[in-house]
């Protein structure tokens, strides 16, 4: 399984010496990182990505929101990012079937500009979007029912058991629409300051790593929030996943 980290994790670290903190991560073993916020990033990411051994398969960025999407799929392009995607839309654009609708239509429009420049569009989950409130279905999948083909998905399995949801069956239910998926351990009740390195909390990572690596998704470790130092909780969840067969 392919493994990454989302930049998110650390944000502060990064923010203090983006340098510093791309090699502390290669020196983990990782090789492949997920950044956020593109646009803003973009100028940092040129400069130490290739310097430093490490390539950015994924991103996440606000689509939807950019005020000139070619140019931000360009961007990508230039920096080998394969896929961008949208890391959330607004909860209350979550609770009718036909503001599901209009997302999915916006992302399948996004996604045209986005071939153009050679780069697919996604969408990430959180807690709101993985509860099955539509006839037992979730938004996320009434959204993978709307979709045209070119858009896919990065399931947060985090965020899915979150809501509610069986994060391994909600893999299965989306099936090849899912590109990569978020990593993260903690407690139920969705507490970010209580995430834990992967198979220390109460989520089944064990479970959802090995339909993942099944699939062939991408493996990106995340964390929101962590109460102790984030480069050994990055390394913890790393020696977690090189345990398994």
Do not use: C
Request: glycine residues 10%; hydrophobic residues 45%; charged residues 25%.
């Amino acid at each position: 399984m392919q493994i990454s980290v989302q930049l998110y994790s650390v944000r502060e670290a990064l923010a203090a010496d983006p340098a510093g903190t791309l090699a502390r991560l290669r020196d983990l073993g990782l090789t492949r990182v997920e950044p956020f916020g593109l646009a803003e990033h973009a100028d940092m990411l040129r400069e130490h990505l290739g310097a430093l051994g490490l390539s950015a398969p994924t991103t996440h960025a606000d689509v939807l929101g950019a005020e000139d999407q070619r140019a931000l799929f360009a961007t990508a392009a230039e920096l080998g990012i394969g896929t961008v995607i949208q890391p959330h839309r607004d909860p209350a654009l979550w609770t009718q079937e036909a503001d599901i609708r209009r997302t999915a239509e916006l992302l399948d429009a996004a996604a045209e500009v986005g071939l153009s420049e050679g780069v697919a569009v996604g969408y990430h989950n959180h807690g709101f979007e993985a509860e099955p409130v539509f006839a037992g279905r979730t938004g996320v999948e009434v959204l993978d029912e709307a979709l045209g083909a070119d858009v896919v998905l990065e399931v947060d399995t985090y965020w899915a058991a979150v809501g509610g949801s069986d994060p391994v069956a909600l893999l299965a239910a989306l099936g090849d629409r899912v590109r990569a998926v978020h990593l993260k351990d903690g407690l139920r009740d969705g507490r970010k300051d209580a995430q834990q390195p992967l198979g220390r909390g109460e989520i089944d990572v064990d479970a959802i790593i090995a339909a993942s690596q099944e699939a062939g998704h991408l493996g990106v470790i995340e964390f929101d929030d962590y109460a102790g130092d984030i480069f050994e909780g990055i390394a913890a969840s790393l020696a977690h996943l090189d345990q398994r067969p």
